[in-house]
Each structure stands twice: as C-alpha cells, then as structure tokens.
C-alpha cells in the first residue's frame, strides 16, 4: 500500500472524546520504549509524525493520525515500566481499557514485543487481557536490527511457544526494525487486506 498522506489529527486521554468515525482504526501498544511511535514514523515513511524518545512513558495520551483520508494508526502509551506509579498505573489501566471497549472501528491491535528479550509477564498479560476482552490483534517483534536473524527467529520460537500453553490458535506474527524498515510491506499490506472488507 502506498501512504499518499499521513496527518495527526488529535491526542486523547478518553476514548469518548476520540474521532468520532467509521474509519477503520489500527492501535499501537506494548511496553515502554517497545518502539510503537518509531514503528507509526517508519510505515507512515515519515521522521516526526509520532513523538519519539530514548526514554521510556515518551507518550502519555492516545494519539490518532489519519492516513490516506482512509484509516487511522493509534499511538498508545506504554506499559510496563518500572517507574511508573501506582496511580499512574492504575489511569493507564483505565485509559486502555475504556479505549478498548469503546471503538467499535478497531480493526486491530498490534501488540509490539521487544524480539531481543524473553518472554515478559507485562506482555503475556496483556495479551490475556485482549483475549478475554474479545479484541481482534496480531504481534510484533520489534528492533529486529540490533540482533542476529536466528536470535529473534528462537527468541519468537520462544515466545509463541508460551502462548501455546494457554492460546489453541497462534497468533498472526511481524517481525520489524524502524531502522532497517523490516516489515513495512508486510505490515501495510495486513492493514490493507482488512480495510477491503
Ligand atoms: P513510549 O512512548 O515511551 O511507550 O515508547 P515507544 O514504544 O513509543 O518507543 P519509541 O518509538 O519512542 O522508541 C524508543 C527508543 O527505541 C527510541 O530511542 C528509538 O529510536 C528506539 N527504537 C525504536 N524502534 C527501534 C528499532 O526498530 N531499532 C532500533 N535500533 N531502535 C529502535
Ligand atoms: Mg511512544
């Protein structure tokens, strides 16, 4: 697919005050630092769009961008850093799930998951909480580039052999890299199949 336009249209902290739209909508989310805003600039094939840092909790509310006037790509704030208060925690928790519930043009979450480590309880977590929620999502493995191919290739092997013990059907997988754009065709042409429906 090709991105003619990609365009931030407004950030968030309730759902109900989102786009109100039947435009299908893809939701970012994973841990902090996961790179969900750096994968939004990569298929968006733009450096600025998403806000970017080197220190996790970078995004705070929900942020829509429309692309191609079609569909919007979700950045979400991140989960899973230690820092991050109990309150905090507990808005964050509210924040999702509120967000979750209430846009019934969520075509999809894409659940980042760092491919360098080991399968981390915040993440299994969540997805469990995707499941019992009824909510449609694929993984992502991101920062391919900053390991060997066979290391992530085991470390996902690893991964989905966790979400056996508790899932009958896998998962749709992506691998990606913002540096190297690893995934950018697979990952669009997924968003594109889903829009024709
Ligand atoms: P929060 O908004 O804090 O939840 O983080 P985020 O998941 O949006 O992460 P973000 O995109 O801000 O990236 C975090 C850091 O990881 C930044 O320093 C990025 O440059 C770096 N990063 C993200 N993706 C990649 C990648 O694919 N490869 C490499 N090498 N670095 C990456
Ligand atoms: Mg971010």
């Known amino acids: 697919m090709k991105i003619k336009e990609a365009k931030f ?8 005050l989102c786009p109100t739209t039947t435009l299908p909508e893809y939701a970012f989310i994973g841990r902090s630092n996961v790179g969900k805003s750096s994968l939004i600039n990569m298929l968006t094939n733009h450096l600025k769009l998403a806000k970017t840092s080197s220190f996790p909790g970078k995004t705070q509310l929900i942020n829509h961008f429309l692309i191609n006037e079609e569909w ?3 950045d979400l704030p991140g989960y899973g850093w230690a820092k991050v208060s109990k309150d905090s925690r507990e ?14 043009n969520l075509a999809c979450v894409f659940v980042l998951i760092d491919s360098r480590l080991p399968a981390q309880k915040v993440d299994l977590e969540f997805i469990e909480l995707l499941g019992t929620m009824g909510v449609p999502f694929v993984l992502i493995f991101t920062k391919t580039d900053k390991q060997s191919a066979p290391k992530t290739d085991s470390n996902i092997a690893a991964f ?14 992506f691998k990606s890299s913002s540096t190297s754009k690893e ?4 990952i669009l042409s997924f968003i594109e199949e889903i829009n024709k429906r």
């Open 160 to 173: 989905m052999q966790v979400l056996k013990e508790s899932w009958e059907e896998l998962p749709t997988m």
């Open 91 to 104: 808005a964050w928790r509210k924040m999702i799930n509120f967000y979750l519930k209430k846009r019934p």
């Open 183 to 186: 995934g950018r065709e697979e």
């Open 9 to 16: 249209i407004c950030s968030n902290t309730r759902a109900d």
């Open 72 to 74: 919007y790509l979700v």
